[in-house]
């Protein structure tokens, strides 16, 4: 096992906010160009801001542990807000991931930023 934080491992074994929102106002999904793992953002967003955000991850665990933070960092945020969140940032809230894994946390954010996106779009803001 390369050097994860605790908090890595903590959000890859007991990952917050999977699945699927039905009725989602936003459906954003990235694949990632090195490993062609994916993952898709649905986002519930009531008076501009995010009452729920979920995800679907297809990749490996370092992928899963940064959309969990990536998915509790944004609930409860504004649209604006949520669209601050950086994959720097998510990885910097997860204690840091190795070097050779890095490259896993540039899905989270921009997952994200693609449901709001999408929200944005179907809502003509
Ligand atoms: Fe694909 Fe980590 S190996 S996201």
């Not at 999977?18 to 008076?47: L, Q, R, S």
């Not at 950086?86 to 994200?112: F, I, Q, R, W, Y």
Request: glycine share 10%; hydrophobic share 40%; net charge negative.
């Amino acid at each position: 096992m390369p050097f994860y934080s605790e908090k890595v491992m903590d959000h890859f074994q007991n990952p917050r906010n999977v699945g699927e929102i039905k009725d989602a106002d936003g459906v954003g999904e990235v694949g990632n160009p090195v490993c062609g793992d994916m993952m898709t953002f649905y986002v519930k967003v009531k008076d501009n801001v995010l009452e729920d955000v979920k995800f679907k991850t297809f990749g490996c665990g370092a992928a899963i542990a940064v959309s969990s933070m990536v998915a509790e960092m944004a609930k409860g945020k504004t649209v604006d807000e949520a669209m601050k969140i950086t994959n720097d940032l998510v990885a910097k809230e997860l204690g840091g991931l190795p070097p050779n894994k890095m490259h896993c946390s540039n899905l989270g954010a921009d997952a994200l930023h693609k449901a709001i996106e999408d929200y944005s779009k179907k809502h003509g803001k």
